[in-house]
């Protein structure tokens, strides 16, 4: 493991492929409404990987979440959230994000920004994520056989890009639902297939 400044400030993953491990990985958003309220989500079951590639810049990353996923922590504004008024989770019951490559950005050795592709509501769009490298460190139940490492990220969306348009006018000509939703990540990275264990916990319905 380098200290991430040979590769553009991304950390020198072992080349293959690396699962992210969606039971100790979180995908938050933050979405505006009324034009002064904030309201923060998850998503709750996503699954990918990154191969990377001897050159860390040539590396590939696919993600895809699970939009039924969605947890705001209020059941009804969940329901209304899946609906066709907006996500429409039954006809777009995923959302997947594709790397199309790296570039070094941002403060300190370990700042990289990821470009790729979003697609979201049955349209993709080029979407850009500044991330950072957080740290290293074996599995708790298998420290010999599994690894991982850390990463955050960070984005911004707008809805009107993927289609989805606000659910109607307030009286005061505020939107009820912001355009621009901010999305933060908070990933784990590991160098086995987490499938059986997350059925092992249960984690799959």
Do not use: K
């Not at 139940?141 to 307030?170: C, W, Y």
């Amino acid at each position: 493991m380098s200290d991430g400044d040979q590769h553009g400030g991304v950390p020198e993953l072992e080349p293959g492929t690396w699962y992210i491990d969606p039971a100790h990985s979180c995908i938050i958003f933050v979405a505006h409404y009324l034009r002064f309220g904030r309201v923060q989500g998850t998503f709750g079951d996503s699954w990918g990987v990154v191969r990377v590639a001897e050159d860390p810049a040539a590396s590939e990353v696919d993600v895809t979440i699970r939009t039924e996923s969605l947890n705001t922590g209020v059941a009804a504004r969940d329901r209304h959230l899946r609906s066709p008024d907006l996500l429409d989770t039954e006809a777009h019951p995923e959302m997947r994000f594709t790397g199309t490559g790296l570039e070094r950005r941002g403060r300190g050795p370990h700042a990289f920004r990821m470009h790729g592709e979003l697609t979201l509501h049955g349209t993709t769009r080029p979407v850009s994520l500044d991330c950072r490298w957080g740290g290293e460190a074996p599995d708790l139940q298998d420290p010999e056989g599994v690894h991982a490492h850390f990463f955050a990220a960070d984005t911004r969306i707008s809805l009107s890009d993927f289609g989805i348009e606000d659910v109607g006018p307030t009286p005061w000509g505020a939107r009820v639902i912001g355009d621009t939703v901010d999305v933060v990540l908070e990933i784990r990275l590991q160098n086995a297939d987490p499938t059986e264990w997350l059925r092992q916990i249960g984690h799959f319905a």
